[in-house]
């Protein structure tokens, strides 16, 4: 069996570094690659690119909103033609990046705020998948399970990868717990190996009142800015070895 583990990386800013770059790029299959909007730079961008290069792990970009001081984080209302526009033109910065490199970018997965608005409002979710589509129609879309940006990508086709995470919790509807919440992260190893093996063998989203929610997930993501990722991936990374399951780019999952 094969699963894609993705990392929302290149978070670093100037001279601020943000996250465990170095130590998770060996432990993922695909990057999700900050582009200068929440976070990242160019310069930031290229060291990241490389990276993956490095070790054979996709890339792809992460799109969020021009709010470096809350790193994405807060909501901010624009018209879906506005927020398309956005999309392509983070997704073009990287692209041009990554051919400079030799490489190619292969999947966008939206960051933070908008990804969670983008998992109700239609409108968004429809938006980011437009401008995914003028970057590149043969991207791939990441998007939470069960979410309008799934829905969005069917009715574009666009191909998506449907994707759940390593170190969240879930509530009964499916979506993640709010981070206002102390309990919305997983910080401990061993409960996000079992999350995801779980997950897996129950072909599910299991909330925390162990509610399932049936779901095909393609890719699991680790958030590089948490400063229990290293050991979280190790230890899923184990689990998974140990379940066979092999860790593979998301250009070679979804053929």
């Not at 060291?47 to 709010?67: K, L, M, Q, Y």
């Not at 030799?102 to 109700?120: D, Q, R, W, Y």
């Amino acid at each position: 069996m094969r699963i894609n583990i993705n990392a929302d990386i290149g978070e670093s800013f100037g001279r601020f570094k943000v996250g465990h770059d170095e130590a998770l790029m060996p432990m993922i299959g695909s990057a999700n690659v900050a582009c200068g909007m929440h976070a990242g730079d160019p310069g930031i961008m290229v060291e990241t690119i490389r990276a993956a290069i490095a070790n054979g792990v996709s890339i792809g970009a992460h799109p969020g909103f021009n709010d470096i001081w809350g790193f994405g984080r807060r909501q901010i209302r624009m018209r879906p033609l506005d927020l398309e526009y956005f999309v392509t033109y983070q997704i073009g910065a990287l692209q041009a990046l990554a051919r400079g490199q030799g490489a190619s970018v292969t999947h966008v997965k939206p960051h933070g705020a908008l990804n969670n608005m983008a998992h109700i409002d239609e409108d968004y979710a429809m938006a980011i998948g437009r401008g995914i589509k003028t970057a590149d129609p043969e991207l791939i879309y990441v998007a939470n399970v069960g979410s309008e940006m799934a829905k969005a990508a069917e009715r574009l086709g666009l191909k998506v990868a449907y994707e759940s995470y390593v170190d969240r919790v879930y509530d009964d509807d499916g979506r993640m717990r709010s981070r206002e919440r102390p309990d919305a992260v997983i910080h401990d190893p061993q409960q996000a190996a079992n999350q995801v093996l779980r997950f897996i063998e129950e072909k599910a989203i299991i909330s925390s009142s162990g509610k399932r929610i049936p779901a095909q997930i393609h890719t699991f993501c680790v958030h590089g800015d948490e400063p229990t990722a290293v050991p979280v991936m190790q230890a899923v990374r184990s689990a998974l070895h140990a379940a066979g399951i092999e860790v593979v780019p998301l250009p070679t999952l979804l053929g």
